[in-house]
Nanobody, 121 residues
Framework: QVQLVESGGGLVQAGGSLRLSCAAS????????MGWYRQAPGKQRELVAR???????NYADSVKGRFTISRDNAKNTVTLQMNSLKPEDTAVYYC???????????????WGQGTLVTVSS
């Protein structure tokens, strides 16, 4: 079993910043890609940013230059620093991880429970 727990969501004014954190726990052998997705009301879940274990990143065009994803492989954590927030960034943000479980070496796609980010205009 591998679990992801997010923290750091909340209410912020447009132009402000928030920092989301996600920690993986459980029987983990290794974690490949970790990422953040979001789902706004009435919309499909979309990729925000993701990062490989080697540090390679990619971002949605809508957040490039404003959001930064980082991770600590030793602690199995991933962080999303969100700056210059806009009302259209309002959504539930979900952490994801492609984890290899121990001792089975089974590859698992794991999701967190989500954290709400609300950006007021």
């Amino acid at each position: 079993q591998v679990q992801l727990v997010e923290s750091g969501g909340g209410l912020v004014q447009a132009g402000g910043s928030l920092r989301l954190s996600c920690a993986a726990s459980g029987s983990i052998f290794n974690i490949n890609t970790m990422g953040w997705y979001r789902q706004a009301p009435g919309k499909q879940r979309e990729l925000v940013a993701r990062i490989t274990s080697g540090g390679s990143t990619n971002y949605a065009d809508s957040v490039k230059g404003r959001f930064t994803i980082s991770r600590d492989n030793a602690k199995n954590t991933v962080t999303l620093q969100m700056n210059s927030l806009k009302p259209e960034d309002t959504a539930v943000y979900y952490c994801s991880a492609d984890a290899i479980a121990a001792p089975t070496y089974r590859l698992l796609g794991v999701w967190g429970q989500g954290t709400l980010v609300t950006v007021s205009s």
